[in-house]
């Protein structure tokens, strides 16, 4: 684990040093050649999503030649114990970097976009421990109780925006591995998440298409309001982390986003999702909505908070189950913040793993899903560790309220700490 630790602060810190050297000769320059399309471009976070533009994005712009550079990057060290029956330890690493390029081109503007992960090496035996979780594949059978590693290619995408009509802007974006129009911000680039290391339980109800193939997004925006459509392919990606798991554009997805002030976003989505578990033989028609508010506060930090809520509905059990999350971080001082997240969700895979004894409960309860919820709270300071790296450590303790069946399973108190080393790439200036 030592030298996979250090294989991460090394992915994090030698690029992103050069970056942030870069930056302070060229950051000035770069800003001042972007036209307005160049700078709608920028605004996004995950794949084609916006946040409130209040938020301080965490990034470095340099240049090289015609192209403005956007540097971005984060990493979690993480030591997690999760109690009970279900329970494990384990320490991981879960990070990612991204490099997007942009350039004025025919009277708007041309982004190409990568993101990658380390966490194919980071987070061994293909999962990480975390209670209730559920989604993806590994060693051939469901993961239950742990959350799945990124692939190595989170996003490789191109897109061209131009505006029309004074406050009009039209864009495409297509990406063998990208975000498709569904959903939030995905949990690892979201504002309110950026001190919480762990996945979100709903995230297979709210923005697992963060990692889609074969996606082909159109959008329009006037003013405050913008709407966009996507096709992409639905299966989730398979154990295999390193490849690009390309097939047929069989789902799709539409979005509407308003902001009505740079604090506050908010968005609508639904879309029919073509048998994205490998196990599963249903689509998912998934429906969600979200808010979002950035406060800025002195020194450079801010306070965000989101509310989100989805739905997923399987199309061969002919049956629904719901997740809401809301979660804040907001700072203390320069270098203190707190984070809460507050989960509840509707389990309905939870006994994947032995499918005699989830029939048997079935029978047995007359239910298909059960009530999770999760209450996390947590603390991170920044220290001064690496010199164009944002560090913090933290610690964060989640309990969970659960339905009485499932206590034989889990205990009658199950909980799950988190101990975890931060580092960021620090903003432009």
């Known amino acids: 684990?030592?030298?996979?630790?250090?294989?991460?602060?090394?992915?994090?810190?030698?690029?992103?040093?050069?970056?942030?050297?870069?930056?302070?000769?060229?950051?000035?320059?770069?800003?001042?050649?972007?036209?307005e399309a160049s700078q709608f471009l920028l605004r996004q976070s995950s794949g084609t999503a916006f946040q409130p533009s209040a938020w301080p994005m965490p990034m470095v712009m340099t240049k090289a030649g015609q192209w403005n550079l956007m540097w971005m990057g984060q990493a979690f060290v993480v030591a997690t114990q999760q109690s009970g029956p279900r329970g494990g330890d384990k320490i991981y690493s879960a990070n990612w970097g991204m490099l997007?390029?942009?350039?004025?081109?025919?009277?708007?503007?041309?982004?190409?976009?990568?993101?990658?992960?380390?966490?194919?090496?980071?987070?061994t035996s293909r999962r990480y421990p975390?209670?209730?979780q559920t989604g993806e594949a590994a060693y051939g059978a469901p993961i239950v109780d742990g959350q799945h590693p990124h692939d190595l290619l989170m996003e490789l995408g191109i897109q061209y925006a131009r505006p029309f009509a004074g406050k009009g802007m039209w864009n495409v974006y297509y990406a063998p591995v990208g975000d498709a129009a569904l959903g939030p911000v995905a949990f690892p680039h979201r504002a309110s998440a950026m001190e919480l290391p762990q996945a979100t339980l709903a995230h297979h109800w709210q923005d697992s298409t963060h990692i889609a193939n074969n996606v082909l997004t159109a959008g329009v925006s006037w003013d405050k309001v913008r709407l966009e459509a996507s096709g992409f392919r639905g299966k989730e990606p398979n154990e295999n982390r390193w490849n690009i798991d390309m097939g047929a554009m069989d789902s799709?997805?539409?979005?509407?986003?308003?902001?009505?002030?740079a604090r506050w976003s908010a968005q609508v989505s639904?879309?029919?999702?073509?048998r994205p578990e490998q196990f599963h033989p249903d689509d998912v028609v998934r429906l969600t909505a979200s808010v979002h508010h950035v406060a800025p506060r002195p020194g450079g930090n801010y306070w965000a908070t989101s509310l989100i809520w989805a739905r997923n509905y399987k199309t061969v059990g002919k049956y629904g189950t719901q997740a809401i999350v809301a979660e804040s971080v907001a700072p203390l001082s320069r270098r203190n913040f707190i984070t809460g997240r507050f989960e509840w969700s509707q389990r309905d895979e939870l006994f994947e793993y032995d499918h005699d004894l989830a029939h048997e409960i079935i029978h047995r309860t007359g239910k298909r899903a059960f009530n999770v919820a999760g209450y996390t709270a947590g603390y991170t300071r920044d220290i001064s560790l690496l010199r164009n790296l944002q560090s913090g450590i933290g610690v964060n303790f989640t309990v969970y309220q659960i339905a009485r069946d499932l206590k034989p399973f889990y205990g009658n108190r199950p909980y799950g700490v988190n101990v975890f080393l931060r580092l960021r790439l620090k903003s432009s200036e």
């Open 252 to 261: 799709w997805s539409a979005r509407l986003t308003v902001s009505p002030t």
């Open 100 to 123: 997007g390029a942009v350039r004025n081109l025919g009277g708007g503007s041309l982004m190409l976009r990568g993101m990658v992960s380390l966490d194919p090496l980071t987070v």
């Open 130 to 132: 975390l209670l209730f």
């Open 270 to 274: 639904g879309g029919r999702i073509k």
């Open 1 to 35: 684990m030592h030298s996979r630790f250090v294989f991460t602060v090394l992915f994090m810190a030698v690029p992103l040093a050069q970056a942030q050297h870069e930056h302070h000769q060229h950051g000035a320059a770069a800003s001042g050649t972007m036209n």
